[in-house]
Every structure is written in structure tokens, then in C-alpha cells.
């Protein structure tokens, strides 16, 4: 199996939750996914990666929701993808203490 698509993209949490832009990711004619998000920063944050069938994602589901602390990492993977689209948001887990994501993303095919 081959890589369709990968992202790496880095971004502050604030205190509401955001998209990380550029981590929309395509399952169209791929069969997997997996999303590795590291928590770069001095802060806990949350991430929450979403589905969905629609491309500008107004139908998302959230399909994993990860709390990671400062200097770890967790993932999101599965081996068919029952959404077109996937996309991870952050928040700061504490009021005004934001922290910083580095996410990994890769659909294969």
C-alpha cells in the first residue's frame, strides 16, 4: 500500500476549538488513515479528529477525541474509512494556556 497523501502542519491551541489548517484530509480512493498528533508545547491540549461526507465538513462527527500532554503524542488510525473527509481540531485543556500541535496525517491506497 502506498501513500496518497500526507500532511504535517503545526499550529496553537487558543480557548476555543479550531480546525488545524491543512489537516483535511481526502479518503476518496484511499483505504486507510491515520492522524499522529504531538503536542509541541508547554501545555495540555485536546484534539478532536472529525469525519464527514461534505467537503467544507458542515456535517462532521466527531470520531475521536484525545487529550495529550505536553511533549507526547497520540494517533488516530483505521483501515477503511467510512467518511470522504477528515480533519483534526485543538483547544487548550486550561483557560489561556495554549499549547501547540504538530499533526501527522496520511491517507493510504
Given at each position: 500500500?502506498?501513500?496518497?497523501?500526507?500532511?504535517?502542519?503545526?499550529?496553537?491551541?487558543?480557548?476555543?476549538?479550531?480546525?488545524?489548517?491543512?489537516?483535511?484530509?481526502?479518503?476518496?480512493?484511499?483505504?486507510?488513515?491515520?492522524?499522529?498528533?504531538?503536542?509541541?508545547?508547554?501545555?495540555?491540549?485536546?484534539?478532536?479528529?472529525?469525519?464527514?461526507?461534505?467537503?467544507?465538513?458542515?456535517?462532521?462527527?466527531?470520531?475521536?477525541?484525545?487529550?495529550?500532554?505536553?511533549g507526547t503524542a497520540d494517533s488516530y488510525a483505521l483501515?477503511?474509512?467510512?467518511?470522504?473527509y477528515y480533519c483534526v481540531y485543538i483547544v487548550s485543556?486550561?483557560?489561556?494556556?495554549?499549547?501547540?500541535?504538530?499533526?501527522h496525517g496520511m491517507v493510504k491506497g
Amino acid at each position: 500500500m502506498q501513500a496518497l497523501k500526507k500532511v504535517s502542519v503545526v499550529q496553537a491551541s487558543t480557548n476555543t476549538s479550531v480546525l488545524v489548517a491543512g489537516s483535511t484530509l481526502q479518503t476518496t480512493y484511499g483505504l486507510s488513515l491515520s492522524y499522529t498528533i504531538v503536542n509541541t508545547g508547554d501545555d495540555t491540549i485536546g484534539a478532536t479528529v472529525y469525519g464527514a461526507n461534505s467537503e467544507d465538513l458542515s456535517d462532521k462527527v466527531s470520531v475521536s477525541e484525545l487529550e495529550i500532554l505536553s511533549g507526547t503524542a497520540d494517533s488516530y488510525a483505521l483501515s477503511i474509512a467510512p467518511f470522504e473527509y477528515y480533519c483534526v481540531y485543538i483547544v487548550s485543556a486550561a483557560p489561556d494556556t495554549p499549547g501547540e500541535a504538530t499533526v501527522h496525517g496520511m491517507v493510504k491506497g
